[in-house]
């Protein structure tokens, strides 16, 4: 490739809504051209490091042995209906209608249609097991999409799905592609991280998020140093900090807390320790009638210690909520627990609340919390004397220096952008659908599903994340849009360094290394400035100078200050075994 003949468009400034380093870094390079919000065109040099990755990602499905095929961008809505996500999949699913007035989606995931074709081609055990893939345009109506590609609306991804006759096979199958990730991941060379996760709106049970390791990561990861143990934050196993529950050994008081509301202020002014407090969180889940109608909402109160912060995630699986649950409002707290948020506690209330102490609350003794009544706090509240015991349950996150859950050392906190997750779905839509096979008996048996997923155009961003400085993109060989630069000085005017300019180049792609010439005559300064914004990981700088004393310069994007001498002549030996193949 020569620059003059390509199309490069790189900016000094980013716009004033890039609200991350990545997006900023992909406008300025000429990588992405904002269309909308949440849509981007994805330029020749974006769309060249998007292709590299698509290929890294079909190679190892391949090598994995899944079947590529493509599922459309539209769906019809009966199969949403069937499933029961037409409702429940929420306003992120893009809805609409065709000239006959017949309901359709823009997919955001194709679990549906899968198992569609599923129900209709796999007739017999003997066509099990199966995987099929693909590698799709998504759709989905984020309400504040930001962060550039990696929070867009309309992204691109692989997603694939696995077809077993059990509950063992598709275990099988998992591995499989879990496997496959960590391969996936490692040749894109990026440092990732594999972690246990809650499998959301997808369904399922078994389940592992991929994340990439970037500061500016939307999700937390707790992990164990000496351990193999990570998992996200929303699933990570949160230990009680109290062993044995002690024995009562304060009388509980009512005091006067006038214009305390908060934990630690009420401790400040009580003088007693910010750990003896525990604070209230109130959930509620809507409910109906068998005719629909609605009903009083069902109200749950969460006992957390005061410096703990609620896992909504955990909070979702309690029976009570399981079928989603918000924060209530300031009337229905009025009215269930006769006082405004900030002096709410457990003792007193109303039986037909549900009251769950996480595991450490749960082992505290005299502790202090709300007293339901505006500026008033008991103190040396204890639990089945003063109130009775509450259902107990893992419900906060973790912090660092809790004990890892495999008992192997303390739990870390950093933090990681999602690029990759596997699932086992178990029947959940093969049920749904009626997908089934005839087994060995000639029985029909409903087919156990996995589902995994890769944010191709996300990749980038995390990518960038991950590796930057204040010049610009730092690309991973494996993933740049180009592998090596060449950079001559007055190409034009010297014909050595034309010549000698022309020939690496000519010899390196016969190599088949990704080589760009720079031929577009520009002043140094603005020439390598553009190639290190875009991040190509290897430069080669021709000129006279250097030429007189048969030599050329090399470069590596990750140390710009460590240049290095090289013979003119062992130039391409040099620069190919610079490159991480």
């Known amino acids: 490739m020569r620059a003059r003949s390509y199309f490069l468009s790189t900016l000094k400034e980013a716009p004033a809504d890039a609200d991350v380093i990545s997006q900023q870094y992909m406008i300025r390079a000429g990588m992405i051209k904002k269309l909308a919000a949440g849509v981007y065109t994805y330029m020749p040099v974006g769309l060249r490091t998007i292709r590299k990755i698509e290929k890294i990602i079909r190679e190892e499905m391949d090598r994995a042995g899944a079947i590529e095929l493509l599922m459309p961008l539209v769906q019809p809505a009966e199969l949403w209906q069937e499933s029961g996500r037409w409702e429940k999949y929420g306003a992120e699913l893009l809805r609409f209608k065709d000239r006959h007035d017949r309901d359709f989606v823009i997919q955001p995931t194709s679990e549906e249609v899968v198992t569609d074709i599923a129900r209709q081609e796999i007739k017999s055990w003997r066509q099990l097991p199966v995987n099929f893939y693909h590698i799709q345009t998504k759709f989905r109506d984020e309400r504040r999409p930001r962060f550039g590609v990696m929070r867009g609306r309309e992204f691109t991804m692989k997603d694939a799905y696995s077809f077993d006759r059990d509950a063992e096979g598709a275990a099988v199958s998992y591995d499989k592609m879990y496997q496959a990730y960590q391969r996936i991941f490692t040749r894109l060379g990026l440092m990732f991280r594999a972690v246990r996760a809650d499998t959301g709106a997808i369904g399922g049970s078994r389940s592992h998020e991929f994340q990439v390791i970037a500061n500016a990561g939307e999700d937390v990861i707790a992990y164990c140093p000496d351990s193999d143990y990570a998992a996200n934050i929303e699933l990570a196993e949160a230990r009680s900090l109290i062993d044995v529950r002690a024995a009562a050994a304060e009388e509980m008081v009512k005091r006067p807390t006038p214009g305390k509301e908060k934990c630690h202020d009420v401790a400040e002014f009580l003088g007693i320790p910010f750990e003896k407090s525990v604070k209230s969180v109130v959930l509620a889940a809507d409910r109906t009638d068998e005719k629909g109608n609605p009903l009083p909402a069902k109200i749950v109160l969460i006992l957390l210690r005061a410096d703990h912060d609620l896992n909504e995630v955990k909070a979702g699986h309690l029976p ?25 506690g457990p003792v007193g209330i109303k039986e037909d609340v549900a009251v769950y102490a996480d595991l450490t609350v749960a082992n505290m003794s005299d502790f202090c919390c709300g007293a339901n009544e505006e500026g ?45 997750h596997v699932f086992y779905l178990g029947t959940k839509y093969s049920e749904a659908l009626n997908a089934t096979y005839l087994d060995e008996n000639g029985q029909p048996k409903v087919l156990e599903m996995g589902c995994y997923g890769i944010g191709v155009t996300r990749l980038a961003g995390a990518a960038i994340e991950q590796s930057h400085d204040e010049r610009g993109i730092i690309w991973p060989d494996s993933i740049a849009p180009f592998e090596v630069v060449i950079c001559p000085m007055n190409y034009s005017k010297s014909e050595a360094v034309r010549e000698a300019a022309d020939r690496l180049y000519e010899e390196l792609k016969a190599q088949g290394v990704d080589v760009i010439l720079d031929d577009r005559d520009m002043r140094p300064g603005v020439m390598f400035a553009d190639w290190e914004l875009i991040g190509v990981p290897h430069r080669v700088v021709i000129g006279d100078r250097g030429l007189k004393n048969g030599e050329v310069e090399y470069a590596n994007r990750r140390n ?11 130039a391409v030996e040099f620069v190919t075994k610079q490159i991480k193949r």
């Open 320 to 344: 009570e909520l399981k079928d989603g649950f918000r924060f209530a409002t300031d009337a229905e707290i009025l009215e269930n627990f006769g006082s405004k948020p900030g002096y709410l």
């Open 376 to 420: 008033y706090h008991y103190t040396g509240v204890n639990f089945g004397r003063d109130l009775p015991e509450p259902k107990v349950a893992d419900l906060r996150n973790v912090v660092e220096g809790d004990a890892s859950p495999d008992g192997k050392g303390m739990l870390r906190l950093q933090r990681g952008i999602e690029v990759g």
């Open 560 to 570: 710009l200050a460590e240049k290095v001498m090289v013979k003119t002549e062992e």
